[in-house]
T-cell receptor
Framework: DAGVTQSPTHLIKTRGQQVTLRCSPI?????VSWYQQVLGQGPQFIFQ???????GRGNFPDRFSARQFPNYSSELNVNALLLGDSALYLC?????????????FGPGTRLTVL | DQQVKQNSPSLSVQEGRISILNCDYT??????FLWYKKYPAEGPTFLIS?????DKNEDGRFTVFLNKSAKHLSLHIVPSQPGDSAVYFC?????????????FGDGTTLTVKP
């Protein structure tokens, strides 16, 4: 079975540009979460979507937005890129069982802002 | 305010010996804890978890211990193998919080020397 897939693998942008990252969850998973991992730090929660609705948002500015499609894939958009947005962006899918479920992560998209 | 802390950025052990990775948390609402392992160019992979109703969970060479009064958990790897060399993240989530919203520590890089 395919795991979580993300595209593109790497991306280079300049300040002020906009970027769209894509994620396909594991088959059967309806929840997709996005995390930002800056070098030397752990993943920081950005968004969670479930059944196309936003279910949670981390402490990120409005430049960050996301959506989920009927097939449960998801896009993360970042506008007006800043140098500090350079990071590994991880997508994770999961079920919604609160007691025992864990997340399955994709390989990430490495974004470099110049 | 970092709610999950891994105070040791790195740890080096000899093959065959025990590796002990530590994690502290400050949020009393956390009640489910997970460890993830991350290799370069890959997303984090779930390793082992523990609920706050337990103080120990074991899975093969990996054991997680939870001390709720001290708000501390540790991951023991016995015996350590060179293939265990990776970054280990501690993560936590609260009661009634689904798997898609976890708070991560900054990770500990484990190096197992042959």
């Amino acid at each position: 079975d395919a795991g979580v897939t993300q595209s593109p693998t790497h991306l280079i942008k300049t300040r002020g540009q906009q970027v769209t990252l894509r994620c396909s969850p594991i088959s059967g998973h309806k929840s997709v979460s996005w995390y930002q991992q800056v070098l030397g730090q752990g993943p920081q929660f950005i968004f969670q979507y479930y059944e196309k609705e936003e279910r949670g948002r981390g402490n990120f500015p409005d430049r960050f937005s996301a959506r989920q499609f009927p097939n449960y894939s998801s896009e993360l958009n970042v506008n007006a890129l800043l140098l500090g947005d350079s990071a590994l962006y991880l997508c994770a899918s999961s079920g919604m069982d609160r007691s025992t479920d864990t997340q399955y992560f994709g390989p990430g998209t490495r974004l470099t802002v110049l | 305010d970092q709610q999950v802390k891994q105070n040791s950025p790195s740890l080096s052990v000899q093959e065959g010996r025990i590796s002990i990775l530590n994690c502290d948390y400050t949020n009393s609402m956390f009640d489910y804890f997970l460890w993830y392992k991350k290799y370069p160019a890959e997303g984090p992979t779930f390793l082992i978890s523990i609920s706050s109703i337990k103080d120990k969970n074991e899975d093969g060479r990996f054991t997680v211990f939870l001390n709720k009064s001290a708000k501390h958990l540790s991951l023991h790897i016995v015996p350590s193998q060179p293939g265990d060399s990776a970054v280990y993240f501690c993560a936590a989530r609260g009661y009634n919080t689904n798997a898609g919203k976890s708070t991560f520590g900054d990770g500990t890089t484990l190096t197992v020397k042959p």
